[in-house]
């Protein structure tokens, strides 16, 4: 079993709440906080809205609620095409509202498509 070095190991403690997280990717060029809007996500203070087909997931987080379920969330990292980045943070599970679940599941679909569309692309050259 591969142990983790002693800088490792910190930022996997760093990394176990959702405040950590945000400043971290904050840090990284994260800087906009999306929210939902009607018919996509925007930059809180924007009237730009953000389509599905718009948006590309760099990476995302989930956290579980250690004494209450209904303190699961999800922080997702994205990019969109015109080249703003941020993070959008919601609930998951039973309590979850369906529009942000919606909204990234269609995200996900057209980013999976996109990456197997490159995928073909690079089996031709």
Do not use: W
Request: hydrophobic content about 30%.
């Amino acid at each position: 079993m591969k142990n983790l070095s002693d800088e490792q190991q910190e930022e996997k403690i760093e990394m176990t709440s959702l405040t950590s997280v945000m400043t971290k990717l904050k840090e990284d060029g994260f800087a906009e906080d999306f929210i939902m809007m009607d018919g996509g996500i925007g930059i809180s203070g924007s009237y730009k809205i953000y389509k599905p087909e718009d948006i590309k997931i760099v990476d995302f987080y989930r956290f579980e609620g250690e004494s209450d379920p209904g303190d699961m969330s999800i922080l997702y990292a994205i990019e969109t095409n015109d080249g703003k980045r941020g993070v959008f943070s919601h609930p998951y599970g039973a309590y979850a509202e369906t529009e942000p679940v919606e909204f990234f599941t269609r995200v996900e679909e057209i980013n999976k498509k996109t990456d197997d569309d490159k995928g073909d692309e690079n089996d031709l050259q």
